[in-house]
């Protein structure tokens, strides 16, 4: 273990120095300890942890911070870190009782959670630790564009458990990012005890052999370790370039929240014991022993601190509540629009290409138009390598390594990394291939949820500006983990776009309005179509496709069928074979699933009555479902006929091809669906 230089300490430390920091101390105790009275009175504050015994540590976070310069992701616990890095007692308040003004989310976010997103301290959710990776990301970006500033994670004990935190420390030692990942140890999650969570009695030393990561162990309850550890660790990682985790020993005083009862788990001995090393009470003692604040002095700063908290409190009790009627304001920001294709079709004459060429091409022309684009994931980038797939062939040869580069094989370092990326510049725009495929993407749903709902939890003030993608579906003989697709879950998350083109003309549109939109977008590339005739097509240059914009791909009068992805080919097929019948059947592509066009299949269904919804995923609880209910709910009246769905089985894809035969929907079950359909 290095020694960390003592820059502070009682005696040398300067007497102004010293009066701040008391100030700051003793108005975050002062507020702690009025907390839990709002929500006994009924004002809200409904979920509060006291930080009672992490002074240390909290006070160094925030004075180490330089806002609008460095970048800052508090954990619920880090009250008082939220004020020493500049937070009003004001502010402090409004976020606690969920004020409209609270800067965090205006009222939507869980109380104990500080965020002012104009200084760089971020939003970020109440998943424990999940913002290690959020700060890994945006350390990615300080590197990149080579800003002279730090990430600083800051986080309980226990969230080390989380394999996403393993995640973010292994991918920050490997880039060597600057990052500071501070662990306050107070031993405790909620009721379990840290030797149920590890067998290090340091938790940061579980890391200890990593490269190019720095650990230093300080006591978190001492202001001045805490201050020179913070000091030493930023000092580091702004010389040397590399990560830095900060271990701090606290010890938690009170319960963990107001809905924890610490007596059902904890001994008196050790109640009595965390009371008596109370680090403000030792902290006062210090001041007095070595002359450097008298009785005097340290009462009338207590005295200030609760008027200061006083006047808070009456401003963020007269301050609006939020109103509920703004509920459905910033699920989704608005997407780019085109202005040229702006339903999305065109009549463009020449060469027809595949869609595999059609997602590289496009790629690589958005890279050429936005130079603030980057793409990572597994397989992205080796030689002449480029996704699992080859739909990034070429892309780091032209653009380089340090923008388009392979990530480990870690599907959820992948998503959360690009959610920190992405907030450091509005301008940045990130495209991820979330995994290998669409079957190995469930690691990453942690960080693909908290990304969800970033822009609502914001209040508008953040979206993630990433573009995933997915190869996605059957029919190529893959078997499980190789050949599902799994849109049925995705779409019941609000917050994503979420595209499913089946041509390549439509991947080509979507992808660039997709790069071109802020916020969230899905998208999902039909694996087994990048190399078939049938998929290829003419492609203008600058062809856009506006989200919510069904294509009809054949007119008809007798059935009013609706489909994407690979399904869409198989519709045709069995939609021409009827016509050798008589049978006129219109096929609808919805190209987009979220947002829907719910327009197109009003008017369908009003047109011909009789409907038929296929895709490739489940029946049973598939997005059929949704469009069933959406066609039941709004277009009931003009329905010739109970709506019908074809789709796969309720079970998993096996691998021999005779599985995929009778499991997935083909051209022969659709033509049969229709057949029953055009009976009645």
Known sequence: MTTVPKVYSIKKTPKETIVNWYRLLALGREIDNKAPNYLKQAIGWSYHASYAGHDGIQL?????????????????????????????AEEIILNGISKATDLTSGG????????????????????????????????????????KAVAISSQGE????????????????????????????????????????????KVANNFSGFKNLRIIHC?????????????????????????????????RVHSHSNSDRHELYRSEAERNYVLDYDPMDKFERMLKRYNRLSEEEMEEIIVEAKQILKTAHKA??????????TYLDHVLPEPYQPAKYTDGTHQEDGESKKLITALNETLKAEFRHNPDTFIWGQDMANKDKGGVFNVSKGLQQEFGPKRVFNAPIAEDFIMGTANGMSRYDEKIRIVVEGAEFADYFWPAME????????????????????????ASGGYIGGGLYHSQTIEGALTSIPGVRIVYPSFADDAAGLLRTALRSRGMTMFMEPKALYNDPKAATVIPDDFEVPFGKARTRREGSDLFIITYGNTTHMCLEAANKLADEGFECEVLDLRSLVPLDKEAIVAGVKKIGKVLIVHEDKVHSGFGAELSSTIMEEAFEYLDGPVNRVGSSFTPVGFHRSFERIILPNAEKIYNAAKNILAY
């Not at 978190?220 to 990560?243: C, I, Q, R, W, Y």
Request: glycine share 6%; charged share 20%; net charge neutral.
């Open 447 to 470: 960080q693909y949820v908290d990304s969800s709902h970033d822009f609502w939890r914001s209040n508008g003030q953040f979206t993630p500006n990433v573009t995933i993608r997915l």
């Open 60 to 88: 160094a976070i925030g004075q180490l911070f330089e806002k609008k310069v460095d970048h800052m992701f508090f954990y619920y616990r880090d009250l008082l870190s939220a004020l020493s890095a500049g937070l009003t």
């Open 158 to 201: 226990s969230s080390v458990s989380e394999g996403y935190v393993y995640e973010a420390i292994n991918g920050a030692s490997k880039e060597k990012l600057p990052v500071i990942f501070v662990i306050q140890d107070n031993g405790y999650g909620i009721s379990v005890p840290k030797k149920d969570q590890t067998a290090n009695r």
């Open 316 to 325: 963020a009790l007269k301050a609006p509540d939020p109103d509920p009627n």
């Open 108 to 147: 939507r976010h869980m109380s104990n959670h500080y965020a002012k997103i104009d200084w760089n301290i971020h939003n970020v959710s109440s998943l424990t630790g999940n913002h290690t990776l959020h700060a890994v990301g945006v350390a990615r970006a300080i590197k990149y564009y080579g800003e």
């Open 219 to 251: 006591n978190g309850k001492d202001v001045f370790d805490s201050m020179n550890a913070m000091t030493e660790a930023k000092k580091h990682v702004l010389e040397k370039g590399e990560p830095v985790i900060v271990q701090a020993n606290c010890v």
